[in-house]
């Protein structure tokens, strides 16, 4: 592939020249459709992807269909490292396109070639494991510490500081990101918006009182 598309991952401006062409010289492309499967959870982990344009998402399944959305993924991100450094060598997640996605893709093989040749390139993946494991340490707390409202706010808020290119979650999906039902999302956003605390407008969320989705947040 291109050097020149590597520009379009952040993360990867700290890495040496030579890191960096050897990226290049491993990896290609692959473009998606929305509404692609990338990865299913629990089948064989064989690469590992950066995200060069679009969005994704990750979620896991009970045997009942409930769904919990893990994450959203936007340029920059990495998806499935951790799947492949793993024991298991299996997806820990299914990997869904919302948007068209353009995806740097390097192989099992060539992602730990790398590793061992590459010290920056590890040290690079051990950040974004930290930030990774950050994120989901906060997710567990919040479902098992906190109530639906008190979660359905703190989400607003780590909405409305995303870019607006991020934001169009459906009710579904912040159900099921925060581990509740549609109708009970529904209920608690017409309750926020009656309090004068949220407006929404084409599908958008506004923050009209954030410093009182703040406190409820912490309840």
């Known amino acids: 592939m291109q050097a020149e598309a590597l520009n379009q991952i952040p993360i990867f401006s700290s890495l040496q020249a030579d890191t960096r062409t050897a990226i290049a010289r491993r990896a290609f492309t692959r473009n998606l459709p929305t509404g692609c499967t990338l990865l299913v959870e629990g089948l064989p982990a064989e690469y590992g992807y950066f995200v060069l344009s679009g969005e994704l998402r990750a979620l896991r399944m009970n045997q009942d269909g409930r769904v919990q959305i893990l994450a959203r993924f936007w340029t920059g991100d990495p998806i499935n490292l951790i799947s492949l450094l793993s024991q298991e060598h299996v997806n820990r997640a299914t990997i869904e396109t919302l948007t068209n996605s353009t995806l740097l893709v390097l192989s099992a093989s060539d992602f730990n070639d790398l590793i061992h040749r590459h010290p920056d390139f590890s040290t690079l993946l051990l950040r974004q494991f930290a930030a990774r494991l950050t994120k989901m340490t906060d997710l567990a707390a919040d479902l098992s510490l906190y109530a639906v409202r008190a979660r359905l706010a703190r989400f607003l808020i780590e909405l409305a500081d995303l870019t607006p290119s991020h934001a169009g979650w459906t009710q579904d999906e912040i159900a099921a990101h925060i581990g509740t039902v549609r109708d009970v ?15 929404r407008q084409r599908g958008q969320i506004v923050l009209l009182n954030r410093d009182e989705l703040t406190r409820i947040s912490k309840d």
Do not use: Y
């Not at 999302?185 to 407006?199: K, N, T």
């Open 185 to 199: 999302v529904g209920r608690l956003l017409r309750d926020f918006e009656s309090a004068d605390l949220i407006q």
